[in-house]
């Protein structure tokens, strides 16, 4: 159950399809905050454009509803004015990696301090189910009717690349640890970036076979693999099977950091 003392009941009913991965990433992200011991007045939510951007406005805490793409840009600035705040983003493959690419690279290059929460659903889940950076190769989306022709950007690897303090993935399926995970990002100085892989049933599940909720969730856990073994198997030049990925802690490391309290 979301923590009480964090949610805006009086926003209920959410936007959310029905079995949408959106609001468990929004549960687990509300315990981690209070395993923090946050206080309301000293946090804020900042979003930009799209399903998981929507995420701060059920929050009873202060938040910034931002621009497209533009979360991490308005969070930067939040954090140089007030580094005392604590600030959490919460953002999507389409507004991170796509239309704020730039931002997140040079966000992680700064390390900044906050924690970004990305949820991937893997296409554009707001504006109809176009095709996103992360949409999987092969997969159909509203602009890729014949299967993307594209590889997908790994988004946890890039930020290990780009420089952030921490790095997880996960899935919505995997609840506990994903708490975990954000509750060791939030207390990681520097930028704390989690992926979490989410269902959407809606615009990515009825394009490619995976229609019930249940089968998403399923595909999530089954496609999953612990980040040590699947690092080894391709050290091995192991076969991996397809649609594969890696979960788990990529990095963790005491990079300079802008933004920290002092
Ligand atoms: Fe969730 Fe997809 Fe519906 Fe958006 S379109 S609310 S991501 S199920």
Redesign the pocket.
């Known amino acids: 159950m979301i923590a009480p003392d964090w949610f805006r009941e009086d926003r209920l009913p959410h ?8 609001g468990t990433v929004l549960n687990c992200t509300l315990a981690a905050v209070e395993e923090m011991g946050w206080e309301r007045d000293g946090t804020a939510f900042i979003s930009g454009i ?3 951007s ?1 995420a701060p406005g059920y929050i009873l805490a202060d938040s910034l509803h931002t621009t497209h793409g533009r979360a991490l840009a308005f969070a930067t600035g939040v954090k140089m004015a007030r580094p005392d705040l604590n600030v959490v983003v919460f953002t ?1 493959d389409g507004d991170l990696a796509a239309i704020g690419g730039n931002h997140f690279i040079h966000a992680c290059r700064r390390n900044v301090d906050m924690t970004v929460v990305c ?1 991937n ?1 893997q ?1 554009y ?2 504006t109809g ?1 176009q095709g996103s950076p992360t949409t999987p190769e092969g997969a159909f989306s509203t602009t890729t009717p014949y299967g993307s022709s594209e590889p997908a950007f790994d988004l946890a690897e890039l930020a290990v690349a780009a420089g952030a303090n921490y790095v997880a993935r996960w899935t919505s399926y995997h609840v506990k640890e994903l708490t975990k995970a954000i509750t060791t990002g939030m207390q990681t100085p520097g930028l704390a970036f989690i992926e979490v892989r ?8 009825r394009h490619n076979k995976l229609r019930r909720v249940p089968d998403m969730i399923e595909y999530l856990r089954s496609h999953a693999m612990l980040v040590s073994k699947y690092d080894r198997l391709v050290r091995e030049g192991a076969e991996i099977p397809e649609g594969t990925f890696s979960v788990g802690e990529l990095v963790r490391r005491k990079r300079p950091a802008m933004g920290v309290k002092q």
Do not use: E
């Not at 936007?15 to 959106?22: R, V």
């Not at 269902?199 to 599940?205: E, L």
């Open positions: 936007i959310y399809c029905t079995g949408c991965g959106n799209g399903c998981s929507r999507g949820m659903n296409i889940g707001m189910g989410t269902q959407c049933p809606t615009n990515f599940g």
